[in-house]
């Protein structure tokens, strides 16, 4: 199955982006599950996705065992934070220090994310929480994680941070200039379907809103004290002040966070919410006679590539001088934007 792309389009008319288009060629894979059984949906979700399979995987365990009658499986939630690590680490270690121009150690980050996966096989940090926290401390932030976390450094990284030169070229690049409404992040299945539920229809999963408007999803919607400062580095604080939690997650210093939620508005239907590396994943199934009636996907891609979302509003208004500076601040704004498929710049 194609995994799709995004095409985004900039309309630049000389000075300043004056429109943009965004076209999102993502397959509904979730349209594959209809008319299967639970067992065979539950088999096929995993080859479905290449990219958060786990958290994939456990939305659609939840989902289903709900709408089943069952109770939400309990395992699962180590092995999407240590996927969301992977991911987080792919991002500041290989494609932001390449779309910067930036020295890219891409052994370092190959050896973490075969110890991570580790992590997601056995379900449990083990001996490797431990030494994870150690490398997100000493490497990443160059600081202490519970106190850069509180904003006791005002999210400056030591100067032996591996993540400082690639922030230290962002923080030069000149403020986004509309900021989109964030997602709200820590409520349970039952508060974002109420949420979601009047605006829900065939539509929703490819132009998702919250009370009527789109919305960001993702690491910046988890941090309020970064949201401020808006722009694409506090989007790259915003990773680390996720991998800075997993560290102390990882080496019990606080308690594990709940990823994966679920709830049944009614006999048949189970409605599934997992906060990934992206954003909020959404879930929701409709059972009948022992087989799938109904099964709808809500990414974080059609989130945040809304076409009125905030890859629109991080872009629309921008001034430049030429369109290669256009296309790299569009490049870089998708980059922090993160979708879970490749995607195209154009500058008309």
């Keep these: 199955m194609s995994q799709g792309r995004l095409e985004l389009a900039a309309v630049w008319d000389g000075a300043v982006v004056v429109d943009i288009a965004i076209r999102n060629s993502r397959p509904e894979a979730s349209k594959l599950l209809r008319g299967r059984t639970p067992e065979q949906a539950l088999a096929a979700v995993p080859l479905l996705f290449g990219v958060c399979r786990h958290g994939q995987t456990q939305a659609a365990r939840a989902a289903l065992a709900l709408a089943g009658g069952a109770a939400i499986p309990q395992d699962g939630a180590t092995a999407i934070a240590a996927e969301a690590a992977q991911e987080h680490l792919w991002r500041l270690l290989v494609d932001w220090p390449t779309a910067l121009d930036l020295p890219v150690d891409r052994a370092l980050f190959a050896s973490w994310y075969q110890r991570l996966n580790g992590v997601v096989a056995q379900g449990a940090w083990n001996g490797s929480g431990a030494e994870f926290a150690r490398f997100c401390e000493q490497r990443l932030l160059d600081r202490a994680a519970a106190a850069w976390l509180m904003g006791r450094d005002g999210g400056r990284l030591g100067p032996a941070s591996l993540c400082a030169p690639l922030l230290a070229a962002l923080e030069t690049e000149a403020r986004l200039p509309t900021a989109t409404p964030t997602l709200p992040c820590g409520l349970d299945a039952q508060a974002y379907y109420a949420g979601m539920a009047p605006d829900w229809s065939q539509a929703f999963p490819r132009l998702p809103v919250w009370q009527?408007?789109?919305?960001?999803?993702?690491?910046?919607?988890?941090?309020?004290?970064?949201?401020?400062?808006?722009?694409?580095?506090?989007?790259?604080?915003?990773?680390?002040?996720?991998?800075?939690?997993?560290?102390?997650?990882?080496?019990?210093?606080?308690?594990?966070?709940?990823?994966?939620?679920?709830?049944?508005?009614?006999?048949?239907?189970?409605?599934?919410?997992?906060?990934?590396?992206?954003?909020?994943?959404?879930?929701?199934?409709?059972?009948?006679?022992?087989?799938?009636?109904?099964?709808?996907?809500?990414?974080?891609?059609?989130?945040?590539?809304?076409?009125?979302?905030?890859?629109?509003?991080?872009?629309?208004?921008?001034?430049?001088?030429?369109?290669?500076?256009?296309?790299?601040?569009?490049?870089?704004l998708a980059l922090a934007l993160d979708p879970c498929v490749p995607f195209n710049i154009a500058v008309d």
Excluded: C, K, M
């Design 212 to 332: 009527g408007r789109p919305a960001e999803t993702g690491a910046l919607a988890r941090w309020p004290w970064l949201r401020t400062g808006g722009g694409l580095a506090a989007r790259v604080r915003a990773r680390l002040a996720d991998l800075a939690l997993l560290a102390l997650e990882a080496t019990g210093r606080v308690l594990p966070q709940t990823r994966v939620s679920a709830f049944s508005p009614e006999p048949g239907v189970g409605f599934a919410a997992v906060e990934t590396a992206r954003g909020l994943l959404v879930h929701q199934v409709r059972l009948g006679q022992g087989r799938i009636d109904d099964y709808r996907i809500v990414a974080p891609t059609e989130w945040n590539f809304h076409p009125d979302g905030a890859f629109r509003d991080g872009l629309l208004g921008f001034r430049a001088d030429d369109a290669e500076a256009v296309r790299r601040r569009a490049g870089h």
